[in-house]
């Protein structure tokens, strides 16, 4: 069965440093997704993205963050300059369609710590 | 977005089925009910997903009455391996952003 991947699976970082998280997702999906989750809380919707450009983001998706298919396979998440509370376990998700009956696939997850 | 609201935690033993009860007194005419699985440092996962009435397929069932103000997710015979956080989620066929609540941890027993 196809599925997303995301690498790293753990990244430790410090504090103002820039990290970029990798996902792959489903071959023949068009919609592509971040959430997050911090240790203990809920799963939390960061952007969605399709046909090139980011088509809604949370209020958590400020400007230190940014996303980016950079070839036919891969989508990035990028956080430019990360703080403390970065830290979280970070979902890529896909799925075939944009609705909300579509199934989204998750990936394992990034954990990020910053230090 | 509908509110729902779920059991914190449920304990069950191994061969049992556990129904899980969500509630989603507003949810609207476009609203689907759609249940995700989420095993410890893991991410989501689709279960089911329903509208009215009862679905079923190869893991779970879903239950929603006529009045669709909260559905029953059924875990037939579980195993260990069914322990897990369950996310219930209502959300509008238009929208594809998922909105997870804390989530119910079902704790199965041997």
């Known amino acids: 069965e196809p ?3 995301q690498t ?10 820039e990290v970029i998280l990798r996902c792959v997702p489903i071959s023949n999906h068009l919609y592509f997704y971040w959430y997050r989750q911090i240790l203990g ?16 983001k949370s209020e958590i998706f400020d400007d230190q963050f940014s996303v980016e298919r950079p070839d036919g396979s891969n989508f ?16 890529c998700a896909s799925s075939e369609g944009g609705t909300g009956t579509d199934t989204q696939y998750f990936g394992p997850g990034t954990r990020l710590t910053v230090l | 977005l509908a509110k729902t609201t779920q059991p914190i935690s ?3 033993y191994e061969g049992q089925e556990v129904n899980i009860t969500c509630s989603h007194n507003n949810i609207a005419t476009n609203d689907y009910i759609t249940w995700y699985q989420q ?3 893991q991410g989501p996962r689709f279960i089911i997903q329903g509208y009215k009435t009862k679905v079923t397929n190869e893991v779970a069932s879903l239950f929603i009455p006529a009045d669709r103000k909260s559905s029953t997710l059924s875990l037939p015979r579980v195993s260990l391996s069914d322990t897990a956080v ?6 509008r066929s ?6 997870f609540g804390a989530g119910t941890t079902v704790t199965v027993r041997a």
């Open chain 1, 8 to 17: 790293p699976s753990h990244q430790v970082t410090q504090m103002g440093q």
């Open chain 2, 39 to 41: 095993f410890p440092s």
């Open chain 1, 76 to 91: 990035t998440l990028k956080i430019r300059s990360t703080k403390l509370e970065d830290s979280a376990m970070y979902f």
């Open chain 2, 10 to 12: 449920m304990d069950s």
């Open chain 2, 86 to 91: 369950y996310y219930c989620l209502v959300g």
């Open chain 1, 3 to 5: 599925e997303v991947t």
């Open chain 2, 94 to 99: 238009n929208d594809y952003k998922l909105s």
């Open chain 1, 41 to 56: 809380q809920k799963v939390e919707f960061l952007v969605s993205f399709y046909n090139n450009e980011i088509s809604e």
